[in-house]
Structure formats: C-alpha cells, structure tokens
C-alpha cells in the first residue's frame, strides 16, 4: 500500500518552525508512524497562494487529509504523544496505559 | 468629498463621519450580535465595487457563499463583482478540528491578507469580524500578529473595517481601540416597548470631527439606513408655490390661496371627525393634478381605506394602477418608530412624490417617550421637507382629551387643522378651524362642515345674535327667520290693505258729504229766492194800498 503525505506547514524558518520540523523528524523515527505516513514540509513563504488553499490561519500547522477524515495540528508538535492521538494513531505504549 | 475619508456606501454615515471612514487606516466596527456589522461592512465593500475599485473581503464566521448570497439579496451584485474578480473572499472561519499541539504564530494570517490585498491591488480591507477569528483560535489575549497587522494596513496605506462583537468586552478590545484603531464605530440595539431599535455612535475618530450623538438606524431588506440629525439644518429652500387644499372654502380659510408646497401640514381630531377624508381630499387634489402621492396607513389597509373613499367619492384605484399613487398600510407595532421613519424616508426618496399622507401620525406616539418621539419627528419632517414633499400628518386625539394636542409636534408643523364634533340638540355636528398657518392671512372663523357623497363639504356660516349656530340649530335658527319675515310681510300686506281701504271710505265718504252739501246748499239756495221773491209782493201790495187810498 503507498503511504500517504502528511504535510507539515511553515511560514520562514523561525524557532518555533524549526522545532516543529525537528519533531516531525522525531515522529518518523516511530514505526506507528513511518510506516503509514510519508512526510514534506513547505515555506508558505515560498508559495504564499497555498495558505488560501489550504485556509491556514496558525503555523506551523500539519495536514493530513487521507486517509479519512482529515486532521490538522496546529503547533510545534512538542507533545508526541498527543500529536499521535491527533492523526488518529495509537501506539503500542498507549494502548497498554489505557 | 473629503480626500483622507472614503465613503462608507451608507449616506446617513458619510454626513455623520463627515466623507466616510477615514482613509488608508484601520476602523472598528463594534456591536453586539445582530445589530448588523456584516450589512455595514458588505455596504462599504460595495460602495467601493461600484467606483471600479477592488475590495477583500476576510470572513472569520460566515461561509463566503454565504456573504454573496446577503450581498445579492441587498441588490449589491455579490456574484457579479466575484465573477470579475474585484471581490476577493477570504475564508477565515476558524476550523473547529484542528488539535492544538505546543506553540504557534498567526502570521498566515497576515501572509494571506497581504497576499489577496496585493494581487487584486484592493483598495479597501474588511475584516468580519475579527472576534471570531481570534476565539476559534483559542486565543484571549492580544497577540502581536494582530498588531502587526493593523501596522501593516496603516504602512500599506488600506483602509480597512474591522467589525467586532461587543459582547466580551475585556482587555484586549479596549487595547485594539486605544492603540491599533483610528476610528471606532459602536452599534447597539434597545429594546424600547418591547420594539428594537438600532443605534450607532461614533467612539472616537483621529484627527477628524464628527456627529457625536447616537443615531437610530434601520435594517430592511435593502440593506442599512440612518437618520443623521445633521441632516435636520433649517436650510430648506424657501417654497412659494400654493397648493390648493381641493376645498374652495378651506383655501380661502388659508388667506385665499392654500397651503405651500412641501409644507407640513397636521389635521388632530378624534375618532369619527373627519381626518382621513379630510386627507384624502388633499391628496386627491395632488393627484388630479398629475403629481405622485403617498399614503402610509396604520389603521386601514389598502382595499379598506379605498372602499371607504370611493364613497365619499375620492376614487383611487385609478392612481394606484397608474403607480402614481402608493399605499402603504401597516400596523405601527410591526416595527420600531425609527424602522418605520426610516422605511417611509426611503420611499419618498424613491418616489419622490409631491405628496405624503401619515395617517395617523399618533399610532406611533405610544411607540417611546415623547422626548424621543420628538426628536424622531423633528429629523423626519425635516427630511421630509428637504425632499420638498409635502406633509400631511393627521392625529387622533383621545376622547378624553378634551381636543387637546397632546403631541408636541405642533410648532414643527406649518398649518394646523383642527376638526371637532360638537353635540348639540341630540346630534354631532362637525367643525373646523385653523388653529395656524405660517405665512398666511389664516381666518379666524370656524366653519362648520358635512361629508356627504361628493366629499368634505363646507356649510355657510351662520352668525347670529352675536354666537354661532350649527347644525339642526342653525337650519331652525334660520327657518325661524324665514318665518318672522314671512310674518313681517303678510302683516304689512293687511296694514297697506287696511290703509287704502281707509283711503276707499274717506273717499266715498267724501262722495256723499260732497253730495249733501250739494242738495242742502240748493235748497237753501232756492228758500233764499222764495222769500226774496216773497218779500218783493209784500212791498208791491203796500205800494198799490197806499196808492188806493190816495
């Protein structure tokens, strides 16, 4: 099965930017997550007319839209755990805490 | 037009803002829940659509398919200005989904703004509103993105309307009005008699004079209208046209010639006195004439009020086929006073008709306090009158007013009719005077008069004995005076019979002692001969004696 993008948007490279590129870069180190999501990030800066399209108000912000149902994460992503949750992934770990 | 203002689309606005929203700025547009923020912002985006400008539109709680359909449906051609591009939509709305995870800046917002305002080289900026935008955000307090955006619109010189609810009413917004705003527009909405009235008020306006007073406005269905007091000056240009009243004897009451054209004019009387008819013949005469009228009704409707006319003889159907006249009937708690004003004001501004028939004025006196009612009415007859239309008012007085004006419009009128029913030997009888007329010989009498089949009819006076008499008393009255000089007449027929029945008897009298007088005097006449002759034969016999005996 082809993997799905899940697209992380920034707008320039500010702290707050890199950190959430740093923990996306950490997310693809968990297999939960690799193995189902292929990852890109964009500068808005870089193709402003994307910020329309994709209606962002808040960055960063990462974008799943496939599978179903499409989810958004607003932040630097600084809580794995939660990002997890947020696209609908549920790991190993979490499964034994619950 | 001033250069630094732009026109926010709404005239009322324009007069109190002195030219319009303050150019190249930000202005905020505050106001609770449905007091129609988004209707003035889509009014000032397409003010500046129809002069062939570009507008953004960033919409933080209504879909934009949404937004253009309000815009058509306010006849502001929202598809048509989309289609061409002029109008940019931006969808702000908030999406409720997204997982808030560590921190974030808003600066997309900004990107985005400045993004649309530079490809379509938009002239001006709305923002609707930017509560919405910042609660779906989850965000209370002011943040810097959104200063940096008011310093970009002022470094970028657009001028932008930024509309807000009033609702939260905490730090950041009163931080937003002190520091990031030029001008700040607050709307609000009373509840008075259980009727809502809308009120705008300007907060503050840098480096620019403004209306300072709270002014009602109204809602309808063609978008937003306001009645500045700034329109109420005593400027009207000076009329000398005389209208007649379509009664001779009333004209003439008015100093012979009727009343001025775009006078105010106001009929108070109670129930049953005459009002409407009396109205309505005014307007009648207007219409003969070929001018447009209006009629508003808060106690008929259409058909009722032109069944009752037809028979007194004032046929309307015909105008109204023709649009030259307009009927509008409504009851007076439909709306608040100021929707009603306002709802009339714009049809006399689309019909500017020669005419303007309120009957009766009172229904909306119990709409407020007087006070308030007072000033309403000062700014709608002077609208009226700016228009050059003429006003007829007509006002019911209640029956235990004794015929007392209790509406204190009556110095704001130019002519002032006032009808009453009088009772007298067991009937009604209806009178009327002219309680003023600026500018006229006014007549000092009062009249009486009957409505019959043709209409309003006056009666001549009838003085006499030093009072007035009306009604059956005055058909008695003269009746009675028929009769003494009948009797008068027939008396001095006898006394001329008697007279030369007199002249008769003297006459034959005359005849007969004429006749005597004769007889007598010839028989006196003939002993006289007698005894002459006799006493000749005496002396002759003595003669011949003394001659015998000689």
């Not at chain 1, 297999?31 to 808040?58: C, G, H, M, R, W």
């Not at chain 2, 709270?214 to 400027?235: K, Q």
């Not at chain 2, 007329?437 to 089949?453: C, L, M």
């Not at chain 2, 000089?485 to 002692?513: D, G, P």
């Amino acid at each position: 099965m082809a993997k799905q993008i899940v697209r992380l948007y920034v707008l320039g490279y500010t702290p707050i930017a890199q950190r959430a590129i740093e923990n996306l870069k950490l997310l693809c180190q968990q297999p939960e997550f690799s193995t189902v999501y292929d990852t890109e990030v964009i500068n808005l800066l870089d193709q402003p007319s994307l910020a329309e399209e994709e209606k962002i108000l808040a960055t960063p912000v990462l974008i799943k839209k496939l599978p179903e149902p499409m989810r958004r994460i607003i932040g630097d992503l600084s809580d794995r755990e939660r990002v997890l949750v947020g696209l609908d992934i549920f790991t190993k770990d979490s499964d034994i805490r619950e | 037009m001033n250069d630094n203002k732009i026109s926010t689309g709404l005239k009322g606005l324009d007069t109190i803002l002195m030219g319009g929203y303050p150019a190249a700025c930000p202005t905020l547009l505050k106001g609770g829940p449905g007091t129609g923020k988004t209707v003035f912002s889509l009014g000032f985006a397409h003010a500046q659509l129809q002069q062939g400008a570009s507008a953004v539109i960033a919409t933080c709680d209504e879909s934009p398919e949404r937004l253009v359909g309000y815009m058509d449906r306010f006849g502001m051609a929202g598809s048509q200005h989309l289609a061409s591009g002029k109008l940019v939509l931006l969808d702000f709305r908030p999406n409720l989904s997204e997982t808030v995870v560590g921190e974030y800046d808003l600066s997309p917002i900004l990107l985005r703004i400045s993004h649309a305002v530079e490809n379509s080289d938009a002239a001006i900026l709305v923002i609707d509103s930017l509560q919405n935008l910042l609660l779906g955000l989850g965000v209370t307090e002011p943040r810097k993105e959104i200063l940096e955006l008011f310093d970009w619109i002022r470094e970028k010189e657009v001028t932008t309307l930024v509309t807000m609810s009033a609702s939260l009413d905490n730090q950041p917004h009163s931080l937003l009005e002190e520091y990031a705003v030029d001008c700040v527009i607050h709307l609000s909405q009373n509840l008075d008699n259980q009727l809502m009235t809308r009120y705008l008020r300007v907060l503050k306006m840098r480096g620019s004079a403004h209306g300072s007073n709270s002014y009602p406005f109204s809602l309808n269905h063609r978008g937003v209208s306001l009645l500045p007091i700034t329109a109420t000056r005593l400027e009207d240009a000076m009329e000398l046209q005389r209208i007649s009243t379509g009664i001779p004897r009333i004209d003439s009451m008015l100093g012979d010639e009727g009343y001025y054209k775009g006078a105010s004019l106001m009929i108070s009387g109670r129930s049953g006195s005459g009002k409407t008819i009396f109205a309505s013949t005014m307007l009648n005469q207007v219409l003969q004439q070929g001018e447009k009228a209006i009629y508003v009704s808060f106690e008929e409707s259409e058909g009722d009020l032109k069944r009752n006319l037809q028979s007194v003889g004032i046929g309307l159907s015909g105008y109204l086929d023709s649009g030259q006249l307009l009927i509008h009937s409504g009851r007076a708690i439909e709306m608040g006073l100021e929707d009603h004003l306002i709802t009339i004001l714009n049809l006399v501004e689309n019909e500017s008709p020669q005419i303007l028939v309120l009957d009766p004025v009172s229904a909306l006196m119990d709409m407020g306090s007087s006070r308030m009612v007072k000033m309403l009415m000062i700014r709608f007859i002077s609208h009226i009158k700016l228009a050059g239309t003429t006003l007829v008012l007509t006002e019911l007085l209640p029956d235990a007013s004794a015929d007392y004006s209790d509406l204190a419009i009556s110095s704001l009128v130019d002519t002032w009719f006032k009808l009453r029913q009088v009772e007298s030997n067991g009937e009604l009888n209806r009178l009327i005077n002219v309680v003023k007329s600026r500018g006229s010989k006014t007549s000092n009498q009062i009249k009486e008069f009957t409505i019959g089949d043709s209409g309003i009819l006056l009666e001549d006076p009838y003085i006499g004995e030093g009072e007035v008499v009306v009604g059956s008393a005055r058909i008695t009255r003269i009746k009675q005076e028929q009769e003494e000089a009948e009797r008068k007449r027939y008396e001095l027929i006898q006394i001329e019979q008697a007279l030369s029945t007199l002249q008769a008897t003297y006459e034959s009298k005359q005849k007969v002692l004429g006749a005597e007088f004769e007889s007598e005097r010839s028989e006196l006449m003939r002993k006289i001969t007698e005894l002459k002759r006799q006493a000749g034969q005496v002396l002759e016999q003595r003669d011949a004696m003394r001659d015998a005996r000689e």
